[in-house]
């Protein structure tokens, strides 16, 4: 069985190569083997994280026919409010215990044409936000380009722990093709159905996912590689980040991108936020060279990462 492990990123930015290989071997070490880590001296800070939470109960708080009227089915990018039981991630069950709003890059003060969201092609379209929830997209978005901040200073110590210059993916994920949900998953009580949870079992389609959980409210489950859930608690002071598809896809399973779910029968309302951080959309996902071998051939056929995230999107949803 293996134990989720723990990364403090006080080094991430180091100029002291010696301590930037330790921080990426320890990394490494958790990609190879668990696809899961916490990280500690992430950067964000708290009283942004704080607001962004506010802001999501003042928007699940609305009535839901106010929240349908930007219902995720509306629009062709998958932008929008997720109703309970409107997604589907494991085909064995029944529907997703959790409502969400989803979004994607935008300034939080816009200035026009914006050159990262030119290329987009199969996830190309704006925003939707909800009328009548003061600040909430500010407070959601501020904490948006927190989280893609740090996702783009952990690019440098993913490509290190593969052993690559750590500039391998700053021309693949220029324009910032990371998708956030705010979600809220309601208590289940009395009967349950057992096909029915939080979130079903599912990989993530990006690169990796920053998750913010909430304290104290146990939900998330990992899946070891003796097909046996163990708890990801929150912890204090943490983030979760799990690697996803496009990085299994680009490392040919070097990285694993491993199965998870969120099961909530605390009896009390649990919100989490996660950014699912991926390449850019019009790059294609290749296997890296020193991924593939005689003994290790290409696992993948190869597929744009937005046509990628398009589908495993359109599956959880049924569009």
């Known amino acids: 069985m293996y134990a989720l492990s723990y990364s403090d990123l006080k080094d991430i930015a180091h100029t002291d190569a010696a301590s930037r290989r330790a921080l990426a071997d320890a990394v490494r070490d958790a990609c190879i083997h668990v696809g899961f880590l916490y990280v500690k001296n992430h950067g964000i800070p708290e009283p942004v994280i704080d607001n962004a939470l506010a802001a999501s109960k003042r928007f699940f708080s609305l009535p839901n026919e106010q929240k349908a009227e930007i219902d995720i089915r509306k629009t062709a990018n998958y932008k929008g409010y997720t109703a309970l039981l409107s997604s589907n991630n494991d085909p064995d069950n029944a529907g997703d215990m959790h409502e969400g709003f989803e979004f994607g890059w935008e300034e939080i003060r816009p200035k026009g044409f914006d050159e990262k969201r030119a290329n987009d092609g199969a996830m190309a379209?704006?925003?939707?936000?909800?009328?009548?929830?003061?600040?909430?997209?500010?407070?959601?978005?501020?904490?948006?380009?927190?989280?893609?901040?740090?996702?783009?200073?952990?690019?440098?110590?993913?490509?290190?722990?593969?052993?690559?210059?750590?500039?391998?993916?700053?021309?693949?994920?220029?324009?910032?093709?990371?998708?956030?949900?705010?979600?809220?998953?309601?208590?289940?009580?009395g009967h349950v159905d057992d096909?029915?949870?939080?979130?079903?079992?599912?990989?993530?389609?990006?690169?990796?996912t920053i998750l913010w959980?909430?304290?104290?409210?146990?939900?998330?489950?990992?899946?070891?590689?003796?097909?046996?859930?163990?708890?990801?608690?929150?912890?204090?002071?943490?983030?979760?980040?799990?690697?996803?598809?496009?990085?299994?896809?680009?490392?040919?399973?070097?990285?694993?991108?491993?199965?998870?779910?969120?099961?909530n029968r605390t009896g009390v309302r649990r919100y989490s936020i996660p950014l699912f951080f991926g390449t850019d959309y019009d790059v294609k996902l290749e296997p890296i060279t020193s991924c593939i071998s005689p003994e290790r051939p290409a696992k993948y056929e190869v597929v744009t990462a937005g046509d990628y995230v398009q589908q495993r999107l359109k599956a959880a949803y049924g569009h």
């Open 213 to 263: 959980q909430e304290p104290e409210i146990q939900a998330l489950q990992v899946l070891n590689t003796q097909k046996q859930w163990i708890d990801a608690p929150p912890i204090p002071g943490t983030l979760v980040v799990n690697l996803g598809d496009q990085f299994a896809r680009w490392t040919n399973d070097v990285f694993k991108s491993t199965i998870h779910r969120a099961i």
């Open 125 to 189: 379209g704006a925003n939707v936000w909800p009328q009548d929830v003061p600040g909430f997209r500010e407070d959601v978005l501020t904490y948006y380009h927190a989280a893609v901040d740090l996702g783009k200073k952990l690019f440098p110590l993913f490509a290190l722990a593969l052993n690559l210059p750590e500039d391998f993916f700053d021309n693949k994920t220029k324009n910032s093709a990371a998708i956030m949900r705010v979600l809220h998953y309601p208590p289940q009580t």
């Open 195 to 208: 096909r029915v949870i939080g979130i079903g079992a599912h990989t993530d389609f990006e690169c990796f």
